[in-house]
């Protein structure tokens, strides 16, 4: 008797945003600033019993970056650096995903921020799958990676008295995701036919 497996095919999800986050830290001085954006979307390709045929995409809207300054925000908004007049979305789209473990991947993928596209990879850990509170099933995941602002033309900087720069190049990217498994479209009905 043939047997068909839990998970037969890749399943598709829509990250849920308000049990996701996207945030960032960067060196200033001394110390580290931490900030977010607070609105994004995203979908999801998963296949659990072969993760490499899996695939991501992220839309960032850069106006909702967050560091808790009012007018620390207003300046990254500015085309000092993130330029959201002219590019208001960050996107992020893999093109690959290479299993490290059974709950550990590596995704490769381009990053565009400002107009500007370069390869960037992600350490992800896959935290599970499961109903969720209140009904659909539900996955969950945490990525990290670094970049290099200025590989993407956010290059502001200053300097203080003694010489030491105001900002550091590197950014520590962190992300968590919660998806949400979205439910097949019912076929459509064929359409009745006409009598002679």
């Given amino acids: 008797m043939a047997t068909t497996s839990a998970v037969a095919a890749p399943e598709n999800y829509a990250i849920d945003p308000a049990h996701s986050a996207v945030g960032f830290t960067i060196r200033h ?109 539900r996955g969950g995941f945490e990525a990290h990676t670094k970049i290099n602002r200025q590989d993407f033309g956010v290059a502001w900087n200053d300097v203080v008295e003694g010489g030491g720069a105001v900002l550091g190049d590197d950014v520590d990217v962190n992300i968590n995701v919660e998806a949400v498994k979205e439910q097949p479209k019912p076929a459509a009905s064929p359409a009745p036919k006409k009598g002679l």
């Fill in 29 to 137: 001085l001394f110390s580290r600033v931490p900030g977010r954006f607070t609105k994004f979307e995203g979908k999801m390709v998963v296949d659990r019993e072969d993760y490499s045929k899996s695939a991501v995409q992220v839309s960032i809207d850069a106006t909702s970056v967050d560091t808790n300054e009012p007018a620390r925000d207003k300046h990254l908004r500015s085309d000092a650096f993130f330029d959201v007049a002219k590019h208001p979305r960050i996107a992020f789209e893999s093109t690959s995903v290479k299993p490290i473990s059974s709950n550990r991947l590596q995704v490769a993928g381009n990053l565009t921020i400002r107009g500007t596209t370069k390869p960037v990879t992600l350490d992800v850990d896959v935290l599970g799958f499961g109903p969720g509170y209140g009904g659909g099933f």
